[in-house]
């Protein structure tokens, strides 16, 4: 029977029993968890920088539930899913591509890469120039290079005289990109530019200015600011590497190295990169037990996003009645603001939003001030939500008549109105804490999910063996 991209996974990771250096410290379900992978997971979420630590006996449920909704993602085979199966060899191929990488070879491509800047500069050395252009469009006429040719003489006279370059060329330079910098470009060597600014450059000693000369672009005059010699290959070869990384060096020699294995033992990508997974994780503990935390959290996600997050968001009748239920908990401190404040270019459509949404419930305002005030060109900007005071000057203004408070309006939209009402003991629909209450129910419902899980499967702990985590 072919191997499916997860089988690696069971062989990989399966450990026997009776092993001494590795004890089960539990069994989900009837499948063993090895200390050395409690120990992984563990040591993982509670390292340094974690505000939220656990003990050891403390993160044994936690660890128990991540497992039982894994084992119940793979009892609805989620793990055959294309979506998957694609989502999850994406994460393990950024492990494995990069250990196909023959030894050697990002630095035999850094190598490559110096002395091909050697080759290009032909024996000579970089240059620094700097420059003040005064364009000439290709199609000028006999006047507008006359009178290019006039300016460029004048800037070449004021700087015989003494005129700082610099500050000449930060005035009068047509070159946006250098002109800022007093004309400054960076280092440049043969055929890096054209021909005719390369050909004064490099006649050119360093500090000496060249006289104005025309290019396809326009009237120009360099001055030289330095000259050295290509810096060694020591020196550069930091820079180069992390210049070669940023263009995806690896993953190119990566593919050269699996293309190379595909071509002699007649294997598809795919079938290699399972079959190296294998091979690498049997000799990585910590690469093994990350590709199984990418294995296992994918599944657990979709598992969950299937049985309880989406179908609690949806549920806005059950989303309803919990916020009834436990409306207390969400009473505020301080009086909040439900409503919208908006933004107008004519002072009359300030009424004329509050005419529009009046009778509308909040959620159709949007719509209705879209439709009539913003279908041809926006009239009306709105920001729409649950507001405290604090959070926005208009509203302390207006809703809450804080006299300190000053309108801000919208650069373009001066005129402002607001359009709620002050609610001062809590939340009146549980829309207008919307997030919190999804949020809350979500967790009812994972808590209820998971406690099914548990009658489900069965559990078995070996406490002697989860003494010996991290004491061994």
């Not at 991209?5 to 499948?31: E, H, K, Y």
């Not at 050295?228 to 820079?239: I, P, V, W």
């Not at 990169?273 to 294998?278: C, F, G, S, W």
Request: proline share 3%; aromatic share 10%.
């Amino acid at each position: 029977m072919k191997k499916t991209v997860f089988s690696f996974v069971l062989a990989a990771l399966a450990v026997t029993a009776t092993a001494q250096d590795d004890p089960v410290v539990m069994r989900i379900n009837g499948n063993p968890i090895t200390r050395s992978e409690f120990e992984y997971n563990y040591n993982k979420n509670n390292s340094e920088g974690v505000i939220d630590k656990k003990d050891v006996d403390e993160y044994v449920d936690l660890f128990v539930n991540y497992k039982l909704k894994v084992q119940a993602a793979l009892d609805d085979h989620l793990d055959t899913l294309s979506s998957y199966q694609q989502e999850f060899r994406q994460y393990r191929d950024q492990q494995i591509r990069p250990l196909l990488v023959p030894e050697g070879a990002k630095e035999t491509e850094v190598r490559k890469y110096y002395d091909g800047l050697l080759a290009r500069l032909e024996g000579k050395q970089l240059l620094q120039p700097a420059h003040i252009l005064i364009r000439l469009a290709q199609d000028a006429t006999d006047e507008q290079k006359a009178a290019a040719k006039e300016r460029i003489d004048s800037v070449y006279q004021a700087l015989k005289e003494g005129a700082d370059f610099a500050e000449l060329a930060k005035k009068v330079s047509q070159d946006p990109g250098s002109a800022s910098r007093g004309g400054m470009l960076p280092w440049i060597g043969p055929n890096q530019v054209v021909k005719e600014f390369e050909d004064v450059a490099y006649s050119l000693n360093e500090g000496e200015l060249s006289e104005p000369f025309l290019m396809p672009y326009g009237y120009d005059i360099i001055k030289l600011a330095g000259k050295k010699d290509l810096e060694t290959y020591e020196e550069l070869h930091d820079r180069i590497m992390q210049y070669l990384e940023g263009q995806g060096v690896e993953n190119h020699l990566a593919q050269q190295a699996l293309d190379s294995i595909a071509g002699q033992e007649q294997k598809t990508i795919e079938q290699i990169l399972d079959e190296k997974t294998e091979e690498f994780c049997a000799k990585d503990n910590e690469l093994k037990y990350l590709v199984q935390e990418y294995h296992d959290g994918l599944l657990l996600f979709e598992e969950c996003n299937r049985k309880v997050w989406e179908p609690a968001a949806k549920d806005t009748l059950a989303l309803q009645n919990y916020f009834k239920k436990n409306k207390k908990q969400y009473a505020w401190d301080v009086p909040h603001y439900s409503g919208m404040v908006y933004y107008c270019k004519n002072a009359a459509d300030v009424k004329a939003v509050q005419k529009v949404v009046k009778k509308l419930p909040q959620d159709k305002w949007m719509g209705a001030i879209r439709e009539t005030f913003n279908k041809d060109s926006v009239m009306v900007r709105v920001e729409r939500r649950v507001f405290k005071k604090g959070d926005n000057a208009n509203i302390d203004k207006l809703a809450f008549k804080d006299k300190s408070a000053e309108l801000k309006p919208v650069k373009g939209f001066p005129n402002v109105g607001i359009m709620g009402k002050v609610l001062k003991k809590g939340p009146a629909e549980w829309t207008d804490v919307g997030n919190q209450v999804v949020n809350d129910y979500q967790r009812l419902k994972e808590d209820e999910f998971v406690a099914e899980l548990r009658k489900r499967y069965t559990v078995d702990i070996d406490k002697e063996a989860i003494k010996t985590v991290n004491n061994h």
